[in-house]
């Protein structure tokens, strides 16, 4: 281990942009169910005194996938990480990377695993290439030509021989990452990879994840920037309280949410006594007014699949929709609602 400490005449159907889909319309990628599972954390719990900090937690990493880890302040986000890479042990259950428990076989797990916790630790009065090839040395297998494949992935060939106190935090970023993937790892751990970054800088480093998955790498990304994890991750686990309250492909999770419906309707009792009916409550977004016959917001939360046989239905009993929009859960409200709110690390 190398360890640096997204009927005619009905009315048009508008959509946010956050759908759960990428906001810049990638596609997310799903490994193949018989994708080889690089982290496997079974049952995994941690006591500290007579405190239980984490609660019997489980899920997998598999083979080229972007998997986000969440958690607020306390969850038990970062004493998980810890014992991922053994700094720590677990009281009961098991860690495996690549089928090698990380506690009793750790060089043999732990050779498959780059990590950067947190800021990379670098030495400012030397260059780039000085600190890969110190770092190197305490490799086997990491020769010259390694360094120069790991420079040329993170993309610092104009600047591997400046000195890092030059240096900006993108780069030292990007330095980091290509120390933890001297070793040719099949999983590589980020601790808030993106904090600190400016916006180009997230953007960039959220692109370089990408492309390191879509060669092959499984990366486990935890951070505290929630729209950044659901336009990068394929998918992502909630932890709060030491306990994973949820693991699942992004889209899905946001799916399972349903979506938040506003109509735009008259008569507004109508159409509330209507919704009531078929099992939506309706709250009104705006006051109804006195007579309850101008026009209002109604929102409601529904599938988006029984959207337009609502509308139907409205229509059939007289109310008029003059619009109709569907606003798709985030990352951030299904997060909050988890965790009722608490914050996030």
Known sequence: MTAITEPAGSPVLSRETETGQASDGRQRRKPPADAEVVLSVRNVTKQIGNRLIIKGISFDVRAGEIFGFLGPNGSGKTT?????VDLIRPTSGSILVCGRDVHREHDEALRHVGCIVENPELYGYMTGWQNLEHFARMLPGVDTARIEEVVGIVGLDRRIHDK??????????????????????????????????????????????????????????????????QQMCDRVAIISHGKVLAVGEVDELLR?????????????????????????????????????????RLLTKMPEEAVSGINRRLVSAGVSVSAIEVRHPTLEELFLGMTEGENIE
């Open 256 to 296: 399972a949410q349903g979506v938040t419906v506003v109509w735009t309707v008259a008569p507004a009792d109508r159409a509330r006594e209507l919704l009531a009916s078929e099992g939506y409550a309706a709250a009104v977004d705006g006051p109804a007014g006195g007579d309850g016959q101008r026009a209002v």
């Open 80 to 84: 998980t990480i810890r014992m991922l």
């Open 164 to 229: 890092v106190k030059t240096y900006s935090l993108g780069m030292r970023q990007r330095l980091g990452i290509a120390q933890a993937l001297l070793g040719r790892p099949k999983l590589l751990i980020l601790d808030e990879p993106t904090n600190g970054l400016d916006p180009l800088g997230i953007k960039e480093m959220r692109e370089f994840i990408r492309r390191l998955a879509a060669d092959g790498l499984s990366l486990f990304v935890s951070s505290h920037l929630l729209s950044e994890i």
